[in-house]
């Protein structure tokens, strides 16, 4: 049954700090530069959740749209939307990069049972992260 893949966009706006418990001070101002300011930063995230599926002859759809939306609101919106990242669980040992956030994002979906092919994140106009799960 051939596949196909469908992208949606949704936004989203959090502060963050980048900073490792397991580097020390200087460490962390080298790696992170600007980003370890003790007092955090903002970004305007776009997230870019992909799904794939067969198309569902009866809808002409491969995916749930309403129940894609809802997860996402669910799982990632309300949770993340104008919060402080480094204050959530489930970044308590996690240091929240772009990088830990798409990944965090593709196991929220996944536990909802999303079909998903990938997961991109736009943290700023030059930074984009990818996961793609364990293939
Ligand atoms: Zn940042």
Redesign the pocket.
């Known amino acids: 049954m051939p596949s196909v893949f469908l992208t949606r966009r949704y936004t989203f706006s959090s502060a ?1 700090r ?1 900073h490792s418990d397991a580097l020390s001070a200087e460490e962390n101002a080298r790696l992170y530069g600007k ?1 370890n300011n003790a007092h955090g ?1 903002g ?1 305007n995230y776009a997230v870019e959740v992909t799904v794939t599926g067969a198309v569902d002859p009866r809808t002409g759809f491969c995916c749930d749209l309403p129940a894609l939306d809802a997860a996402v609101k669910r799982s990632v919106l309300d949770r993340f939307d104008h919060n402080d990242l480094n204050a959530l669980p489930e970044f308590a040992r996690l240091v929240p990069t772009g990088e830990s956030i798409a990944r965090l994002i593709w196991d929220k979906l996944k536990a909802e049972g999303i079909p998903l092919d990938s997961v991109r994140l736009q ?1 700023t106009r030059d930074n984009f992260f990818e996961y793609r799960g364990e293939r």
């Open positions: 963050h980048l980003c930063h970004h943290e």
